[in-house]
């Protein structure tokens, strides 16, 4: 009865946080934050920015996004990982947008990123009705910012609190790709460096692992695991192996989450603890010792990670934005004004 009355409270408590999260909703920081260099930045980031110059932008985003993962679920995970990786470099700037030309190399040709974004035409394509109804008012980095947010809640996460007023860069960081974007055969203590070095804790560096409860990953990426390493479940490593052969196959694609591929839930957690996890870093949670009673918590307590998740993408989004007169609003996303 008291391990019960244990659990229900902390139900209740879960459910009491996950509403502070709404209740939070227009509440985005408006003096300095630290930027993802450590350096102070002053900005002004507010969720009704939109709300005279382009009251529909935010419904415009939806529209399209709802639209893209209905027909293709994956296309969440694609959208969340544009974001990610965008403000992860530069900060939250939608450099990571910017094609490369003749004369420029952005970061879309970065290790992390080659052949492996997506969600590029789904942007664009909001950007493009953007435009018609209000030109040259809503950024591509509100523009990823908000898509992001509304990719989550389409599978089934929380959503969070968006500040709006973000600027486009006119530069892109194809060594800051190579070197900020965290690599998937990261041991735990690199993970934490990796995410110390943009403010993050490293229990926000957990909760933000959880994006991989949604999305696919490339053969390149997990092949030396499901063949070398010991902490995996046979089961699992040799089904994984049946589309990721020794040789051939880099683009061969598995979900990272095999239990709850298209669905914003703690499944992924769970993988970990059976040994599942399909990237080297994502097992590392879990096995490298510091974090795993984290990882065991958001297994038995899915809403918790929610809440943490969107918490954590709060920050996140945060990151270094451009705003004021910096910057630019591009009129297309991949190229400067």
Request: one cysteine or more; glycine letters at 8%; charged letters at 15%.
């Amino acid at each position: 009865m008291a391990g019960s009355s244990q659990q229900r409270v902390k139900i209740c408590l879960v459910l009491c946080l996950v509403g502070i999260v709404s209740a939070s909703a227009y509440s985005t920081p408006s003096s300095s934050s630290t930027t993802s260099s450590g350096t102070s930045s002053n900005f002004l980031l507010n969720p009704f920015f939109y709300a005279f110059k382009c009251p529909q932008a935010l419904d415009i985003i939806k529209k399209h996004v709802t639209y893209a993962v209905a027909n293709e679920p994956r296309m969440g995970a694609s959208l969340l990982r544009l974001h990610f990786h965008d403000c992860f470099v530069q900060g939250c700037d939608a450099s990571v947008l910017l094609a490369d030309t003749a004369t420029f190399k952005g970061e879309q040709g970065a290790l992390p990123n080659l052949n492996s974004l997506r969600g590029f035409d789904v942007v664009e394509n909001i950007k493009a009705e953007l435009e018609r109804q209000c030109p040259g008012v809503v950024s591509c980095a509100d523009i990823l910012a908000v898509a992001a947010r509304d990719s989550v809640v389409a599978l089934g996460g929380l959503g969070w609190p968006i500040g709006l007023g973000r600027r486009d860069s006119t530069t892109a960081s194809l060594s800051g790709a190579n070197s900020d974007l965290p690599s998937p055969f990261l041991n735990l203590n690199g993970l934490i460096a990796a995410f110390q070095k943009k403010q993050f804790t490293k229990n926000e560096m957990v909760a933000l692992s959880g994006a991989h409860t949604i999305g696919s990953a490339r053969c390149l990426l997990f092949r030396s695991r499901i063949y070398n390493e010991s902490d995996i479940d046979p089961t699992y490593a040799n089904l994984m192996r049946a589309n990721c052969p020794k040789v051939g196959g880099d683009s061969n694609l598995s979900p990272i989450d095999i239990s709850t591929k298209d669905f914003f839930d703690g499944a992924y957690y769970t993988n970990l603890i059976n040994k599942r996890g399909l990237f080297h870093s994502d097992q590392q949670l879990f096995s490298g010792g510091s974090t795993a009673i984290q990882v065991t918590t958001y297994s038995t307590f899915p809403s918790l990670f929610k809440f943490d998740f969107a918490n954590a993408m709060l920050k996140m989004s945060n990151l270094s934005p451009l705003t004021g007169t910096q910057g630019q609003i591009r009129k297309v996303c991949s190229r400067v004004n």
